[in-house]
């Protein structure tokens, strides 16, 4: 099967690649100050690539933060609207040193093109506007649905100014359903649609012990260590399999459909593959009494992302720390409340802190886990035009991600959202030496414009 | 009482002060490799002081690290030797957004003088060569004892080359008594020689869980995280009770006896100003069954100096650590033997690394704790000069900390050390804002002038 927009891709290859390696070039990094001025650049190319499309009505919308980008087609009529979601900031390419190529200089190797944001989620976002483009140079300015762009920058930092304007702006992106891409296929060459994502609580602690740093001979044995006791508060946070100790935490915490585990069971997951090329360690951890997809994808964890306190610097300096800070996420599934997952972790710590240390928690965001019902039209009809193109059934997996707009669509725009990813289990997101496969980037957008050829000679 | 260096000190209050700033103006920070340099002309300083002094036979001995400095003066036949002991280098500033002043720019506040190695142990080492000069000005270029003086610059980095040269020159550096002025007065104005010292054992612990960092989203849940794993593993090197969980680390810890532990108890200890004005923490911590004093004395610790891994850069990063690393010691007390401390240690890491992390264990440093007999005649005559220039009588202390030449000069030499220091207990060594009491300084370079006197007249 294909679609109208082959020749498209056939004879634009190299332009599509081109312009992406371009794109990879600003280091549009949400979280660091230094990069807001790239970050704004990186809305200005998203802005001037929707022109590019054809798109109408393009928007680069002012926030507290970073700008989100709009752009909107709507002749149509009587057809659905798509509403296309994605971001153009990048992760922290830290630690730069291990690093083939510069994280900011793409990179062709293999097949494969290296850069931070190649996979997540410049070059999936970007194929939702080629895959537009395509389809109106083919049909003289016309496309077979109405589309909405809504591109934000602080995906990668908690979505903040997009999570105050979806509920604000309800009529303006008022859709049938909302299409991300995002996630990734479950192994090379199988469509993939993802239908469960985790939440997020992302959280700072800073602790406190002695007013300044302390000589540890002068004090050891009697005066309290900040980074000790950060230490002791955190080790208890999950006993030596995983379960996270914090009481009311797995309250609301629902076990997978029986039909959804036996699907689970029957995908070719290499556990060995797993251990040895993706996570690369001595062993897996973990709940035991899970599967592993299970773990990833519908178990709530709690991780220490980062820890620092003292000294650190080459050599020995004997302090005892006066402060230490860790930054601490805890990924939720479908049904728990951020909030009341919130409140029992800020009583957790209250309660667990060790003698002499103050603790002081902040949060930096949080957002619910997901479901999407696959038996959606939209959805239904995604998966026929991802198995068309890629000549396999769609599978349906989750995600143990966190992609936070889809809670938000579907809470105000009441709408579903097909998660329809092209990135590869080895991509390296958040990793140094992200990659994003260059054939999935070209049928990406093959199997976009198709979803919205079959989407608008459905109805 | 008086000494004949009175009226030196009193003429030249102003420059001995200003010396001193020029010295404490050399960052030498020995743990960093970028300061080198600084060492070395801080070695250079001394040997242009001892000059000064009119001693002889300078050297600036050259070492696999830092230099070495020596000198004599040995004309006064009859009577005893003393070795004079210090150290030129200094721990690093940080964190420096904590100090009022520039580290390395010395500040008179207060009665104080502000600065990186003022009483840690620039000031305190400098006093030995202005006394040896005060006594030869008085005395047409005689001293009442002969002196050879060996000053280090590796000190805060574990002293390798100085533990070297010690049982390589015992000929060259035979005396009767050594002396080391890098202590407290118990309180300001308590003549206090310090007879006990703990020793220290200073490793590393790095800990790699994935082969990169991974998505705490795609990965989180079966993924090891190598911050957590080392948090994991050091939180049960103590119980809540702060006593260490190592198998064997205790064997051989002795308890004080129990006329040292009755003069400790009448000391004018306090513990709120302890707490309040000293540690600045909320509240005390470590082994409630043994006095403060006790648990800093005489009781072994484990301390975290510093640990650092993962993203701790401003905002949010959701990774799972591919590696981290800490900086653990641990004190001894007299009697544990460092090398079995060690090996315990060692396996003790080994045995405790969680499932799915690898670590590994350098140690950086270890020196034994050191007990010296206050019986020594030397030491009542040192008691009995600090008491003449204070107008006190003096007290007979420990300290926490480790001066692991008074091991070697006992081990090697035969000789007790005399461990007559002028700093107060809340000078902030190794911290921010290190300070030194500038009539102690005076009052030392009194003290060490009398003890000079009184150790030549005795014999």
Same mark, same amino acid.
């Given at each position: 099967?294909?679609?109208?927009?082959?020749?498209?891709?056939?004879?634009?290859?190299?332009?599509?690649?081109?312009?992406?390696?371009?794109?990879?070039?600003?280091?549009?990094?949400?979280?660091?100050?230094?990069?807001?001025?790239?970050?704004?650049?990186?809305?200005?190319?998203?802005?001037?690539?929707?022109?590019?499309?054809?798109?109408?009505?393009?928007?680069?919308?002012?926030?507290?933060?970073?700008?989100?980008?709009?752009?909107?087609?709507?002749?149509?009529?009587?057809?659905?609207?798509?509403?296309?979601?994605?971001?153009?900031?990048?992760?922290?390419?830290?630690?730069?040193?291990?690093?083939?190529?510069?994280?900011?200089?793409?990179?062709?190797?293999?097949?494969?093109?290296?850069?931070?944001?190649?996979?997540?989620?410049?070059?999936?976002?970007?194929?939702?506007?080629?895959?537009?483009?395509?389809?109106?140079?083919?049909?003289?300015?016309?496309?077979?649905?109405?589309?909405?762009?809504?591109?934000?920058?602080?995906?990668?930092?908690?979505?903040?100014?997009?999570?105050?304007?979806?509920?604000?702006?309800?009529?303006?992106?008022?859709?049938?359903?909302?299409?991300?891409?995002?996630?990734?296929?479950?192994?090379?060459?199988?469509?993939?649609?993802?239908?469960?994502?985790?939440?997020?609580?992302?959280?700072?602690?800073?602790?406190?012990?002695?007013?300044?740093?302390?000589?540890? !001979?002068?004090? #050891? +044995?009697?005066?309290?260590?900040?980074?000790?006791?950060? *230490?002791?508060?955190? /080790?208890? =946070? &999950?006993? $030596?399999?995983?379960?996270?100790?914090?009481?009311?935490?797995?309250?609301?915490?629902?076990?997978?459909?029986?039909?959804?585990?036996?699907?689970?069971?029957?995908?070719?997951?290499?556990?060995?593959?797993?251990?040895?090329?993706?996570?690369?360690?001595?062993?897996?951890?973990?709940?035991?009494?899970?599967?592993?997809?299970?773990?990833?994808?519908?178990?709530?964890?709690?991780?220490?992302? !980062?820890?620092? #306190? +003292?000294?650190?610097?080459?050599?020995?300096?004997?302090? *005892?720390?006066?402060? /230490?800070? =860790? &930054?601490? $996420?805890?990924?939720?599934?479908?049904?728990?409340?951020?909030?009341?997952?919130?409140?029992?972790?800020?009583?957790?710590?209250?309660?667990?802190?060790?003698?002499?240390?103050?603790?002081?928690?902040?949060?930096?965001?949080?957002?619910?886990?997901?479901?999407?019902?696959?038996?959606?039209?939209?959805?239904?009809?995604?998966?026929?035009?991802?198995?068309?193109?890629?000549?396999?059934?769609?599978?349906?997996?989750?995600?143990?991600?966190?992609?936070?707009?889809?809670?938000?669509?579907?809470?105000?725009?009441?709408?579903?959202?097909?998660?329809?990813?092209?990135?590869?289990?080895?991509?390296?997101?958040?990793?140094?030496?992200?990659?994003?496969?260059?054939?999935?980037?070209?049928?990406?957008?093959?199997?976009?414009?198709?979803?919205?050829?079959?989407?608008?000679?459905?109805?």
């Amino acid at each position: 099967m294909t679609t109208a927009a082959h020749p498209f891709v056939e004879r634009n290859r190299d332009r599509l690649l081109q312009e992406l390696m371009d794109f990879l070039r600003i280091p549009s990094i949400s979280t660091l100050p230094e990069h807001k001025g790239d970050v704004r650049r990186a809305a200005q190319f998203v802005a001037a690539a929707l022109r590019d499309a054809r798109l109408e009505n393009i928007e680069i919308i002012e926030t507290a933060r970073h700008p989100l980008v709009y752009a909107d087609w709507l002749h149509a009529p009587g057809k659905p609207t798509v509403l296309c979601y994605g971001h153009y900031d990048v992760q922290p390419p830290d630690p730069l040193e291990l690093w083939e190529s510069p994280p900011f200089e793409p990179s062709i190797r293999g097949g494969n093109l290296y850069a931070r944001g190649a996979a997540d989620d410049k070059g999936q976002m970007y194929m939702h506007i080629k895959a537009v483009q395509a389809l109106m140079e083919l049909h003289a300015g016309k496309l077979p649905v109405n589309v909405k762009f809504l591109i934000e920058g602080e995906e990668e930092v908690g979505g903040e100014s997009i999570s105050k304007y979806v509920p604000a702006n309800q009529d303006k992106l008022r859709a049938d359903v909302a299409l991300v891409s995002d996630t990734a296929l479950y192994a090379d060459g199988i469509p993939t649609l993802c239908v469960g994502l985790r939440g997020l609580v992302y959280t700072e602690i800073e602790a406190a012990g002695p007013a300044r740093d302390l000589h540890s !001979g002068l004090y #050891g +044995g009697a005066a309290p260590n900040a980074v000790y006791g950060l *230490i002791e508060l955190l /080790a208890k =946070a &999950k006993d $030596s399999n995983g379960r996270i100790r914090i009481p009311g935490l797995y309250d609301r915490v629902q076990a997978p459909a029986p039909e959804e585990k036996a699907s689970w069971a029957s995908l070719p997951f290499d556990q060995d593959a797993f251990l040895h090329h993706e996570v690369g360690a001595t062993a897996l951890t973990g709940e035991a009494e899970f599967s592993v997809l299970e773990r990833i994808w519908a178990r709530p964890t709690l991780e220490v992302h !980062g820890i620092a #306190g +003292g000294f650190t610097a080459a050599g020995a300096k004997t302090v *005892i720390p006066a402060k /230490a800070t =860790a &930054k601490v $996420s805890l990924r939720l599934v479908p049904d728990q409340d951020p909030e009341q997952i919130i409140r029992a972790y800020r009583d957790w710590v209250a309660a667990n802190t060790p003698a002499g240390i103050r603790t002081e928690v902040k949060v930096l965001s949080s957002s619910p886990g997901v479901l999407v019902n696959p038996a959606q039209p939209a959805i239904q009809i995604a998966a026929k035009a991802f198995s068309d193109i890629l000549g396999r059934p769609t599978v349906f997996t989750r995600s143990g991600g966190s992609i936070p707009i889809v809670g938000e669509f579907a809470q105000h725009l009441k709408i579903p959202t097909i998660l329809m990813g092209f990135g590869l289990p080895d991509d390296g997101l958040h990793s140094p030496n992200e990659k994003y496969r260059i054939s999935n980037y070209y049928s990406g957008i093959l199997t976009i414009a198709h979803f919205f050829e079959r989407y608008g000679s459905a109805s």
